[in-house]
């Protein structure tokens, strides 16, 4: 018998890190109105926003052990934890934060990763590729030699192969630390120029979706809360979690062209690379791929099989951009086909 | 029971135990803790203490305190702060009253690279208490001044209240230690003048000082020089954007102990002793901190501060009548708890009210720190007043929160003036992009 | 010596070599972000990692001195009011006073060794240098353990002022 009787309003708490006024945080907001109407109020869902209730490192272990019942944020705030998934934050080239998305929905349910068996995933997204936000030009490869830049856990990795220094400044210090000199730029897509207002401290963007990676969020709800809703609430809740899977996936895209428009205001420049120096970044962030594979053999995989995830992420990659370019939704980046 | 009411209830609770002599970072994390599992689930609430344990002890963000501390009282350790006193009496020791104000002004000064009150006051007090007993300084006045002037610590930048503030706002931190200078000066101008007054009143509190040769004083302020480099470089490198605030900390307590051993006044056991009473007091900070987030996670599912804010927001008074309400309140909290602790558990309660009431962030941050330092040196609590009396054990306290009084009358004036001239906190920083 | 005196002087024996491994800690926290700032500004070679060995390091160095500042006295506390009770009264409130704050560094101990545990199993590591984060947690587990001691010490010594004739 479930422990929440029929008529009994369940009340739960969903955890952001995100600050309020952004977007990642208002879609978060509408997803728990939105419940809380479909359900005609039997759950209810406090929403702390900012890290009031858990800040980023802490929300996931805050959803295992039921600190919240539900949460938001990246695996790079937990670097080591999730090493297969990490595969999907390898430089492969997305294009846009939308393909990303669907790409790692994707990869989660081909594999199920083990890795996330100690809490219910209710659905994956990604970031919008990462670029170089930096106080200097960046143009070509030998730009970013001895430059600070703010890039955690798999996607330093990829800092580091270009020649710059990664370093894992907490975002909301980011800002003060470029403004200063602290550190000389950022690997984080275009709506983090708004979000962030990096857009006010910085000179340039260098738009390098081709080696783009990405930061690959998920939301996620303590086993015993989910197990815990009764069968008929269970089904709106899927139901909503359905829905808000592809919404969270437009969002990202929206917020990277007001990110991208807000840096053209503030007279930063974007700067795209050149189809030689793009051959040039594709080659040094090879090793970066290769070094993946070597670690996770080393932990007792097969190599087939850590190939096979990283050739199920290309293909997917490529499916999702046609269909992207078909369906006719446009994104600040990528080929040519998809920008607006 | 309503949260609301079990949040009364830990409120009370934390209060009483404070009362009891519970140490506040103890209790605010302990009664944080049974309330947040009474409320939640044991389970989560003894995960969300261990998480916030771990995080807050290696916050990046944090280790501004630290370096900044260390920076004090390695300053402390190689002879700069008694060389900045001695600088200032010999300039000023002949007036009437002059050794009292230049110990305000070599507050003032140390102020400028230490960023704690009590660091402040204790460091000032083991320097200038054995000169003016010396010197037939009437003790009441003399404690008082080090305990008051002690608090232009958190005023003049460095400041780990305004750090504090900065974080708990997300305000540029730079910015607020730049809004700190102008109130301060006012603010050591006004204890001058204090000092000046009370002086002039009762020439028996204070007899003038030997006078000094124009060449003895040059002499002397050679003496500081390195002093002022080593304040040029970690606050400029502050203000020109060089460092960040951990960095600007971390390079001062480097000059410091460079200075110290240049001039051969740190061996091992000073350098070692001076980095132990740098890392207690980083302790004791971080602490409060730590004990103050794991209070704040259960005021937050108690839906308290919400309520509170809506009230006071929606009181239907002008907006300045509600800043009012807010500095009365802060002021009553000072009486009774630590400045830090108050503006941790504070400040994400009111803040939202400032913001609404549309007040600027950085003054706001500014009127906080002068309440502040009301709240160090205010009976029955008042941390300054009690390291004084550590300092001092023969002076009964009732004689020092005697002293203090002239003092906290300027500071409310001070106050006053920045509530309606408020360019004085918001012009230095409008110059900074 | 009777056993409590020799207990006081086991606490401050292990408090006071505790504080030595902590303020290695705070020692390291400035001199590596001294050679980060000097190496990036002046070399253009900041250090790998510098952020989380700051990080790290301050748990170390806070931690490990918790001890040694509860004994000195360090954390702020309200005094005037158990002053003014009578002594028998004083002793009562403090030994209750006691058992809460040795309850709850019994808790802190406890929930960091299962934190470490938790960040053992899971492999976690810090951001960019790859440190692993499980020494650190059980590392501040460990420093607690001399606090839970004082804290016993002492309300042993308030009981036997409650109970003395
Ligand atoms: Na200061
Ligand atoms: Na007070």
């Known amino acids: ?340 | 029971m309503s949260p609301i009411e079990i949040g009364i209830i830990g409120i009370v609770v934390m209060l009483l135990l404070f009362l009891l002599g519970m140490p506040v970072a103890f209790a605010m994390g302990f009664v944080g803790f049974i309330g947040f599992a009474y409320l939640a689930d044991p389970g989560p609430a003894l995960s969300l203490l261990a998480q916030d344990i771990f995080n807050e002890f290696s916050s990046y963000p944090l280790s501004v305190i630290p370096m900044f501390i260390l920076m004090g009282t390695f300053a402390f350790a190689s002879g700069i702060s008694q060389r900045l006193y001695y600088t200032s009496y010999t300039w000023l020791g002949w007036l009437r009253g002059g050794l009292t104000i230049a110990t305000v002004l070599a507050c003032a000064g140390f102020a400028a690279i230490c960023g704690s009150t009590s660091a402040t006051a204790a460091t000032m007090g083991k320097i200038a208490l054995p000169e003016m007993k010396k010197y037939d300084y009437d003790i009441t006045l003399a404690t008082g001044t080090i305990a008051s002037a002690g608090t232009l610590g958190i005023l003049i930048p460095p400041s780990t209240v305004l750090i504090v503030y900065g974080i708990l706002v997300e305000e540029s931190i730079g910015k607020l230690f730049i809004a700190g200078i102008l109130p301060g000066l006012l603010l050591s101008l006004a204890f001058v003048v204090t000092v000046a007054l009370l002086c002039w009143r009762n020439p028996r509190l204070a007899p003038p000082g030997p006078s000094t040769t124009w060449s003895q004083k040059l002499r002397s302020t050679t003496g500081i020089i390195e002093a002022v480099i080593l304040f040029l470089l970690a606050i400029g490198g502050l203000f020109l954007g060089w460092f960040s605030p951990t960095q600007a900390g971390a390079i001062g307590a480097g000059g410091a102990l460079i200075i110290g051993l240049g001039r051969k006044q740190l061996n091992w056991k000073k350098f070692f002793d001076a980095g132990k009473d740098g890392l207690r007091t980083a302790c004791m900070v971080l602490f409060i901190i730590t004990g103050a987030v794991i209070f704040g996670h259960f005021m937050a599912i108690t839906t308290i501060p919400f309520k509170l804010a809506e009230w006071i927001g929606g009181l239907p008074i002008h907006p300045l009548a509600v800043m009012g309400v807010l500095i009365f309140i802060y002021f009553l909290g000072g009486f009774f708890m630590d400045s830090m602790a108050l503006i941790v558990v504070t400040i994400p309660i009111f803040f939202p009210i400032v913001k609404e009431l549309h007040f600027d962030t950085i003054w706001f941050g500014v009127i906080i720190v002068l309440v502040a330092e009301m709240g160090v040196i205010t009976p029955p609590v008042g941390v300054n007043v009690f390291v004084i009396k550590g300092i001092a054990p023969e002076v009964p306290l009732e004689n020092i929160f005697r002293g203090i009084f002239p003092f906290l009358a300027a500071l409310i004036i001070v106050t006053i003036i920045l509530v309606f001239v408020p360019q004085i906190a918001t012009y230095l920083p409008s110059l900074v992009k | ?165």
């Open chain 3, 1 to 165: 010596m009777g056993f409590l005196e020799k207990f006081n002087r086991f606490n401050r024996r292990i408090s006071s070599w505790f504080e030595w491994v902590g303020l290695m800690g705070l020692l390291l926290m400035m001199f590596i972000t001294c050679i980060d700032v000097i190496g990036a500004k002046l070399f253009l070679k900041p250090v790998l990692g510098a952020i989380d060995i700051v990080m790290l390091s301050q748990a170390v160095a806070i931690s490990f001195v918790a001890a040694s500042a509860l004994l000195l006295g360090r954390h702020v506390h309200v005094e005037f009011f158990v002053v003014l009770l009578p002594k028998r009264v004083r002793a009562v409130v403090d030994s209750v006073v006691l058992i809460f704050g040795l309850g709850f560094f019994i808790l802190i101990v406890w929930r960091l060794a299962i934190l470490g545990s938790y960040f053992r199993s899971g492999a976690e590591v810090s951001a960019s240098a790859r440190i692993p984060l499980f020494p650190f947690a059980y590392g501040v587990a460990a420093a607690s353990i001399p606090v839970c001691l004082i804290f016993i010490h002492d309300l042993i010594n308030a009981i036997l002022r409650v109970v003395k004739k």
């Open chain 1, 1 to 340: 018998q479930s422990a929440h009787a029929k008529g009994k309003v369940i009340k739960l708490k969903f955890a952001n890190y995100f600050p309020p006024p952004s977007g990642q945080s208002k879609i978060a907001q509408e997803f728990c109105n939105e419940v809380e109407k479909r359900t005609k109020g039997r759950v209810k869902i406090q929403y702390l926003a900012g890290g009031s209730l858990l800040k980023a490192p802490a929300i996931y272990n805050g959803i295992e052990t039921g600190i919240a019942d539900i949460g938001y944020a990246h695996v790079e705030y937990t670097p080591g934890r999730f090493p297969v998934t990490s595969a999907s934050e390898l430089p492969l080239a997305y294009p846009s934060g939308w393909v990303g998305s669907q790409v790692v929905n994707d990869f989660y349910n081909e594999f199920k990763p083990k890795e996330w068996d100690k809490v219910k995933l209710l659905w994956m997204n990604s970031s919008n590729p990462s670029l170089i936000i930096s106080k200097k030009p960046v143009r070509k490869l030998e730009d970013l030699k001895g430059l600070t830049i703010r890039a955690p856990g798999m996607l330093g990795n990829t800092i580091k192969a270009l020649g710059a220094t990664p370093a894992p400044t907490p975002m909301m210090e980011v800002y003060d630390a470029i403004a200063k000199g602290v550190i000389d730029g950022v690997n984080t897509p275009f709506e983090t120029l708004k979000t962030f207002r990096f857009a006010e401290v910085v000179g340039y963007t260098t738009a390098s979706w081709q080696v783009g990676n990405i930061y690959t969020f998920f939301v996620a709800m303590n086993k015993n809360s989910y197990r815990k809703l009764p069968q008929d609430i269970k089904e709106i809740f899927n139901e909503v979690c359905g829905e808000y899977k592809e919404r969270y996936a437009l969002m990202w895209n929206v917020i990277d062209f007001y990110g991208k428009q807000f840096a053209k205001k503030k007279g930063v420049e974007i700067i795209e690379l050149s189809p030689q120096e793009v051959v040039r970044w594709k080659k040094a962030t090879e090793p970066v791929i290769e070094n993946y594979v070597n670690n996770m053999v080393a932990k007792g995989y097969s190599e087939a099989e850590v190939r096979g995830w990283l050739k199920f992420l290309q293909d997917r990659i490529q499916y999702w951009t046609k269909k992207q370019i078909y369906l006719g939704i446009k994104s600040p980046t990528g080929p040519p086909e998809m920008r607006p």
